[in-house]
C-alpha cells in the first residue's frame, strides 16, 4: 500500500495550459514537500509547506497544503517545455524517532509540448 | 552549491558479485538516505542514518544489503551477492537541516544506476 498516492501518473499537455497534479494520503503529515526530478539526475526539492492549509508560490508554481495535513497539490500556470519532469510528494511524520523519515509517492510524470 | 558525490554512476555487474556503492554527504549534514528507484515502485526508503547510526534498515533485504557509515564523508551500501532484481537507481540524500519553511531540507545526489546481468 502506497502512504502518498500521486495523481495523475502522466500527464501530456501543451505549452501554456495550467495543470494540477494532486498528493494524497490517508495519513498525516507534519510536513511534505515536492521534488522535480529531470532524467539521470536526483530529485530536486522545490518547496516544504508545514502549516494545515499553507499555500506557497514559487514563480508560476503554487504549492498548497492541506487543511488536515492528509494531502496537496501542485498547480502550475501557462506550463512551458522546462516544467517537463518527474513530480515527487514526499512527507515526514512525526513518529518518535521517525520524524526525519521521508515516504515518497510515485510521481506524476509532466511532459509539456511546445 | 554543496553537492552529495555518489560513485559509481553507472556500474554494470554480474550476477553474483558483490556491488560497493558510496556516499559523500554535504558537510554539516546529520541525516543520511539510501533510497532504490524503479519504474514499478518508485522510490523506496533503503535505510537511514542520522549522525552515523543506522535509525531504520526495515526497507533492505538483510540477508544481501547492508548499508554503513564508517565516518562523517562517507556511507556505503553493499549488495552481495547481487542479483537482476536489484537493478535499479540506487540514491543517496543527505540533509536534516531545517530549511527557511521549517521543514527539514534534504539533497539528493545523481545516483548510482545498477545494471545486474
Known amino acids: 500500500t502506497q502512504l502518498l498516492e500521486q495523481s495523475p501518473q502522466f500527464l501530456s499537455i501543451q505549452e501554456g495550459e495550467n495543470l494540477t497534479v494532486y498528493c494524497n494520503s490517508s495519513s498525516v503529515f507534519s510536513s511534505l514537500q515536492w521534488y522535480r526530478q529531470e532524467p539521470g539526475e536526483g530529485p530536486v526539492l522545490l518547496v516544504t509547506v508545514v502549516t494545515g492549509g499553507e499555500v506557497k508560490k514559487l514563480k508560476r508554481l503554487t504549492f498548497q497544503f492541506g487543511d488536515a495535513r492528509k494531502d496537496s497539490s501542485l498547480h502550475i500556470t501557462a506550463a512551458q517545455p522546462g516544467d517537463t519532469g518527474l513530480y515527487l510528494c514526499a512527507g515526514t511524520r512525526n513518529s518518535g524517532g521517525s520524524n526525519y523519515k521521508l515516504t515518497f509517492g510515485k510521481g506524476t510524470l509532466l511532459t509539456v509540448n511546445p | 552549491d554543496a553537492r552529495v558525490t555518489q560513485t559509481p554512476r553507472h556500474k554494470v555487474t554480474e550476477m553474483g558479485q558483490e556491488v560497493t556503492m558510496r556516499c559523500q554527504p554535504i558537510l554539516g549534514h546529520n541525516t543520511v538516505f539510501w533510497y532504490r528507484q524503479t519504474m514499478m515502485q518508485g522510490l523506496e526508503l533503503l535505510a537511514y542514518?542520522?549522525?552515523?547510526?543506522?535509525?531504520?534498515d526495515s526497507g533492505m533485504p538483510k540477508d544481501r544489503f547492508s548499508a554503513e557509515m564508517p565516518d562523517a564523508t562517507l556511507a556505503t551500501l553493499k549488495i552481495q551477492p547481487s542479483e537482476p532484481r536489484d537493478s535499479a537507481v540506487y540514491f543517496c540524500?543527505?540533509?536534516?537541516?531545517?530549511?527557511?519553511?521549517?521543514?527539514?531540507?534534504?539533497?539528493f545526489g545523481s545516483g548510482t544506476r545498477l545494471t545486474v546481468v
Open positions: 542514518f542520522r549522525n552515523r547510526a543506522p535509525l531504520d
Open positions: 540524500a543527505s540533509g536534516g537541516y531545517r530549511d527557511r519553511e521549517g521543514g527539514y531540507g534534504y539533497t
